[in-house]
T-cell receptor
Framework: QQQVKQSPQSLIVQKGGISIINCAYENTAFDYFPWYQQFPGKGPALLIAIRPDVSEKKEGRFTISFNKSAKQFSLHIMDSQPGDSATYFCAAFTGGGNKLTFGTGTQLKVEL | EAQVTQNPRYLITVTGKKLTVTCSQNMNHEYMSWYRQDPGLGLRQIYYSMNVEVTDKGDVPEGYKVSRKEKRNFPLILESPSPNQTSLYFC????????????FGPGTRLTVL
């Protein structure tokens, strides 16, 4: 049972476009929501993260939108660049249990 | 350089032959964790450790063992590997267990024949 559901599985975006990746969860014990970026042959690296008491967080071209009532959050990549081509994972952290649960990943390709 | 190292990076073995994948971090982190990554399933947590001698199960602990005798090391042990443990394994560490500070190693690709 996947506790964090991520979509789409793959995404192709033109250079300069907006990439949007969505995640949904059921467990209300999740209290921290990071996004990880993974390039081929590398380990995941933290990209941006948000707490549930905040509806939006922006860092450069990357924005997380969080809807607590709907139990959904999404990653928006503005002005997408070929260098953004990677696999993106949403995740949710259970503070009380110290466990990190990942979504299934989205393979993003940004075309010229 | 602050980093998480894993060894070996690649391993091919046979069913039932005990193996250990080592993980070491040089950042004095208290929290360490092991994940496996499989296509279509993302990363799943195997075990984690909040500090020396403190370990706990993640979502997929069956068939794995860990130990935390020193703060910097967190080896993953497969006592009797099976083909369904063929996967890409990542070790990670953070200061306190908060996801925002988690640093991942480069990964170990394990094939069990």
């Amino acid at each position: 049972q996947q506790q964090v559901k991520q979509s789409p599985q793959s995404l192709i975006v033109q250079k300069g476009g907006i990439s949007i990746i969505n995640c949904a969860y059921e467990n209300t014990a999740f209290d921290y929501f990071p996004w990880y970026q993974q390039f081929p042959g590398k380990g995941p690296a933290l990209l941006i993260a948000i707490r549930p008491d905040v509806s939006e967080k922006k860092e450069g071209r990357f924005t997380i939108s969080f809807n607590k009532s709907a139990k959904q959050f999404s990653l928006h990549i503005m002005d997408s660049q070929p260098g953004d081509s990677a696999t993106y994972f949403c995740a949710a952290f259970t503070g009380g249990g110290n466990k990190l649960t990942f979504g299934t990943g989205t393979q993003l390709k940004v075309e010229l | 350089e602050a980093q998480v190292t894993q060894n070996p990076r690649y391993l091919i073995t046979v069913t039932g032959k005990k193996l250990t994948v080592t993980c070491s971090q040089n950042m004095n982190h208290e929290y360490m964790s092991w994940y496996r990554q499989d296509p279509g399933l993302g990363l799943r947590q195997i075990y984690y450790s909040m500090n020396v001698e403190v370990t706990d199960k993640g979502d997929v602990p069956e068939g794995y063992k860990v130990s935390r005798k020193e703060k910097r090391n967190f080896p993953l042990i497969l006592e009797s590997p099976s083909p369904n443990q063929t996967s890409l394994y990542f070790c990670a560490s953070s200061f306190s267990g908060r996801a925002d500070t988690q640093y991942f190693g480069p990964g170990t690709r394990l094939t069990v024949l």
